[in-house]
C-alpha cells in the first residue's frame, strides 16, 4: 500500500517528496490538473500506480499504451506516470507523442489491453491531464473515475512486480496510413489547414495532402507556446482566425483542430463558423443516404435538426440525445450501435465501417473531404445552406467553482424543472418538456431550448441556446436563462457571450 497523499504545498521539501493530489482534477472523464499548483510530479507517480492497481483489480491483462501531447512539460508528465504504472507491475508501451486518437489507435494496432494518453486537451498551458481507458474504444466515466480517485486518495495504490518498459516505434505512421487509406480525392479541394501551433501540426498537414488536397497552412509550425492562440476550435478566436484565412486565401473550406487533435472545426467558403453539431448533421444527412435507418447520438448542447430534420427523417435516421463528454458518448454510441457521435464542442464518433467509435479530429477531416468529393457540385457553404435554419448561441461558460458547481447545478435544475411544472414561460413561450439527463435542457413549444449544465474539465458552467424562429428568440431564451442562473452567487462572468 502507498502512503496517503499529503497536503504539502509547491517550494518545499515535502513537495519533492511526497505525492500531492487536489482531488478535483478526478473530472467525470478524465483527469486534470494546473501543473504544479495542483499536482506535483509524484502525485502524477501515484496516479500511475493508481491506474495500474485498478487494471489488476479489474482483471486486465497488465500492458497499457503510454503517449503525450506535444506541450513543454508533457514528457515530464509522462515519465513520471509511467514510473508509476511500472511500480505497479504493468508493462508500459510508449508511443512517444501522440494525439489523444493516435494513442486510442494505438489500442487497436498493438492490441493494448489500457491506454493512458498525457494531455491537457484544449486547455492553456498550465494545465495537464490523463485521458485513459481499457475496454477499446472507451474510456473511463464516473465510475471508473470514481473509484481510480479512491485508490489513489485513499492510498489503495499495490506495488507489483513484473514492471516493465518499451518504447514502439512506427505508431505515428500506421495511424496515419490507417487514416489515408486508398482514397484520393476527384475534385479539386482547397483546405486551410489550421492547428494553432498544437500537436496536431505534425498530423494533419500530411494527412490531407495524402488525400489529394492542397493545403492552407495556418500555424502549423509546432511551438508548445502556443504564440497565436490556444488550439481550441470551438472558441471564437480560433474560429476567426480560420475565416479569415478562408478570406484571404479563397480556399473551400477551414479546418481547425484541438490541442490534442480529437476535435475539428469547420468555416465554409463563405468564412461563415459552422458550429460542430449543425456539421455534424451535414455529415448525418450524407451518412443516411448510404446507411438508411441509421442511430445518430448528439449530445444535450446540440442543435434539435437531429430530431427534426425532413432529410434526416426521409432516410430513417434516429436521433438519441445523451450526456455532453466524450466517454459518455462513446459508450452511448457503442451501447446502442449508432453509426455515429456528435458533441457540439466538436468531438464526433464514427463507429464501424467508418471509424472505430472513439473522437479522432483526423478522422473527421478526412470524412469531411470525402464528403465533398461525393458531393462536388456542392459547396460548404451550400451544404450549410441546405439546413433548416436555426439560431444558435456559442457555448458560453459562466465560472464557477469546481467544489460548488454541482451544488449550484442541481438547484437551477430544480428551480427549472419548478417553472415548468408551475406553467412559466421562457421567451413569452410554454416549457414542453424539461430533459434532465445532464444538467436542465429546457424544451420550448416551438422546439427552441435553452441548456444549463457544468462542465466536467474546468470550473464552469455551460450555456447553450437555440431557437428555430429568429436571432431575437434566441437572445431572448438566454436572457431568461441567465436570469435563473444569476440566482446563485457563486456564477462569475462568462467567457464569451452572444
Not at 476550435?233 to 479563397?250: I, K, Q
Not at 445518430?296 to 425532413?310: N, Q
Request: charged share 25%.
Amino acid at each position: 500500500m502507498s502512503k496517503p497523499i499529503s497536503s504539502s504545498t509547491p517550494n518545499t521539501w515535502a513537495f519533492l517528496r511526497d505525492a500531492m493530489i487536489t482531488p478535483t482534477g478526478f473530472r467525470e472523464y478524465d483527469a486534470r490538473w494546473k501543473y504544479p499548483d495542483d499536482i506535483n510530479l509524484p502525485g502524477i507517480t501515484a496516479l500511475g500506480m493508481g491506474l495500474g492497481t485498478q487494471m489488476f483489480e479489474n482483471g486486465i491483462e497488465p500492458v497499457i499504451a503510454v503517449g503525450n501531447d506535444y506541450r513543454s512539460y508533457s514528457l515530464t508528465i509522462k515519465n513520471a506516470l509511467m514510473l508509476g504504472l511500472m511500480q505497479a507491475g504493468i508493462h508500459v508501451r510508449d508511443i512517444g507523442p501522440a494525439l489523444s486518437p493516435m494513442a486510442y489507435f494505438s489500442q487497436f494496432h498493438l492490441d493494448a489491453p489500457a491506454v493512458a494518453m498525457v494531455t491537457a486537451s484544449h486547455n492553456p498551458n498550465g494545465w495537464t491531464g490523463v485521458k485513459m481507458g481499457f475496454e477499446r474504444p472507451l474510456t473511463h466515466g464516473p465510475d471508473e473515475m470514481n473509484r481510480l480517485r479512491d485508490i489513489v486518495l485513499n492510498g489503495e495504490t499495490i506495488a507489483r512486480e513484473g514492471g516493465k518498459y518499451e518504447f514502439v516505434e512506427g505508431v505515428k505512421e500506421a495511424y496515419i496510413d490507417d487514416l489515408v487509406g486508398d482514397f484520393k480525392m476527384t475534385r479539386k479541394l482547397r483546405v486551410v489547414c489550421a492547428t494553432g501551433n498544437g500537436t496536431a501540426s505534425a498530423f494533419a498537414p500530411e494527412v490531407l495532402e495524402r488525400i489529394g488536397v492542397e493545403v492552407i497552412p495556418s500555424h502549423n509550425a509546432l511551438d508548445y507556446t502556443f504564440p497565436h492562440y490556444n488550439p481550441n476550435p470551438e472558441a471564437m478566436e480560433m474560429l476567426h482566425d480560420m475565416a479569415a484565412s478562408v478570406r484571404e486565401s479563397g480556399a473551400d473550406l477551414a479546418l481547425g483542430f484541438d490541442g490534442d487533435g480529437d476535435r475539428c472545426g469547420v468555416v465554409d467558403n463563405e468564412c461563415e463558423e459552422i458550429f460542430a453539431d449543425k456539421v455534424g448533421v451535414i455529415m448525418a444527412r450524407d451518412l443516411s443516404k448510404i446507411y438508411p435507418g441509421s442511430t445518430f447520438v448528439a449530445d444535450v448542447k446540440s442543435t434539435g435538426l437531429f430530431a427534426s430534420d425532413p432529410e434526416l427523417q426521409k432516410y430513417g435516421a434516429k436521433a438519441d440525445y445523451w450526456k455532453t463528454g466524450h466517454s459518455h458518448m462513446k459508450r452511448r454510441v457503442k451501447e446502442l450501435g449508432a453509426l455515429a457521435g456528435f458533441e457540439k464542442s466538436g468531438h464526433y464518433f464514427l463507429a464501424e465501417p467508418i471509424g472505430r467509435g472513439y473522437d479522432c479530429g483526423m478522422r473527421v477531416a478526412v470524412e469531411m473531404c470525402k464528403l465533398l468529393d461525393r458531393n462536388p457540385d456542392m459547396t460548404m457553404a451550400d451544404l450549410r445552406r441546405a439546413l433548416p435554419v436555426t439560431y444558435a448561441t456559442p457555448t458560453m461558460s459562466p465560472f464557477c467553482p469546481d467544489l460548488e458547481k454541482y451544488d449550484v447545478l442541481e438547484r437551477l435544475v430544480k428551480r427549472l424543472v419548478d417553472m415548468h411544472e408551475a406553467g412559466a414561460k421562457i421567451a413569452g413561450r410554454s416549457i414542453a418538456q424539461v430533459v434532465t439527463v445532464n444538467g436542465a435542457r429546457v424544451i420550448l413549444d416551438n422546439g427552441a431550448w435553452g441548456l444549463v449544465r457544468a462542465s466536467s474539465n474546468t470550473p464552469n458552467l455551460v450555456v447553450v441556446c437555440e431557437s428555430p424562429a429568429s436571432d431575437a428568440e434566441m437572445r431572448a431564451i438566454f436572457k431568461d436563462i441567465d436570469a435563473v442562473v444569476r440566482t446563485e452567487p457563486s456564477v462569475g462572468d462568462y467567457d464569451q457571450t452572444i
